[in-house]
């Protein structure tokens, strides 16, 4: 049974473009949200992260959006570049344990 | 100012054999979570430890599987009897206060493989 759920696998974007990349959730009891970026051999690095009480934030090129009545949250990534391809993964937390994660989107920019 | 170590980053165990994985928090940090990704999967949260005490441990498989977070030196997590199922990346994650508002920083993972 998946609380976060990231259904596209894979999402392919050329350079310049906007990246949007999606994510349900199930559990109610989440209130904090995160993204992280993952390159291959390496550990996941933080992106960006928002609170419940918020529906967006932004900091630089990325913003993460928030929407509680559809449990949905989503990553926009504007312009893309070519760095920005690697895996993404979607977390969420309900208080002071570990984080629950989505399976990840492999975000792929093209020149 | 070093992020979270792990190590080993590689490690090679045969059917039986026990393997050791070692996590350094963040220097400040006294809060480390463990997960576990599986080929094709996202990470899977094992278990949450502050020094001295395991907190959540409800990822935990029951039976082979320990961790421990002593008052001096690493976190330890220890996986007895290795079986091929065991083959994983296993991250190790620090912060400075639980939960609420505050982003976990990652290791790079030790990749077992049971051969």
């Known amino acids: 049974d998946q609380q976060v759920k990231q259904n596209s696998p894979s999402l392919s974007v050329q350079e310049g473009r906007i990246s949007i990349l999606n994510c349900d959730y199930t559990?109610?009891?989440?209130?904090?949200f995160l993204w992280y970026k993952k390159y291959p051999a390496e550990g996941p690095t933080f992106l960006i992260s928002?609170?419940?009480?918020?529906d967006k934030n932004e900091d630089g090129r990325f913003t993460v959006f928030l929407n509680k009545s559809a449990k949905h949250l989503s990553l926009h990534i504007v312009p893309s570049q070519p760095g920005d391809s690697a895996v993404y993964f979607c977390?969420?937390?309900?208080?002071?344990?570990?984080?629950?994660f989505g399976k990840g989107t492999h975000l792929i920019i093209q020149p | 100012n070093a992020g979270v170590m792990q190590n080993p980053r590689h490690l090679v165990r045969r059917r039986g054999q026990e393997a050791r994985l070692r996590c350094s928090p963040m220097?400040?940090?006294?809060?480390v979570y463990w997960y576990r990704q599986l080929p094709e999967e996202g990470l899977k949260f094992m278990v949450y430890?502050?020094?001295?005490?395991?907190?959540?441990e409800s990822g935990m498989p029951k039976e082979r599987f320990s961790a421990e977070f002593p008052k001096e030196g690493p976190s330890i997590l220890r996986i007895q009897q290795v079986v091929r199922g065991d083959s994983a990346a296993y991250f190790c994650?620090?912060?400075?206060?639980?939960?609420?508002?505050?982003?976990?920083?990652f290791g790079q993972g030790t990749r077992l493989t049971v051969v």
């Open positions: 994650a620090s912060s400075q206060t639980p939960g609420e508002n505050t982003e976990a920083f």
């Open positions: 559990n109610s009891m989440f209130d904090y």
């Open positions: 928002i609170s419940s009480i918020k």
């Open positions: 977390a969420a937390s309900g208080g002071a344990d570990g984080l629950t």
């Open positions: 220097k400040g940090h006294s809060h």
């Open positions: 430890l502050q020094k001295e005490n395991i907190i959540d």
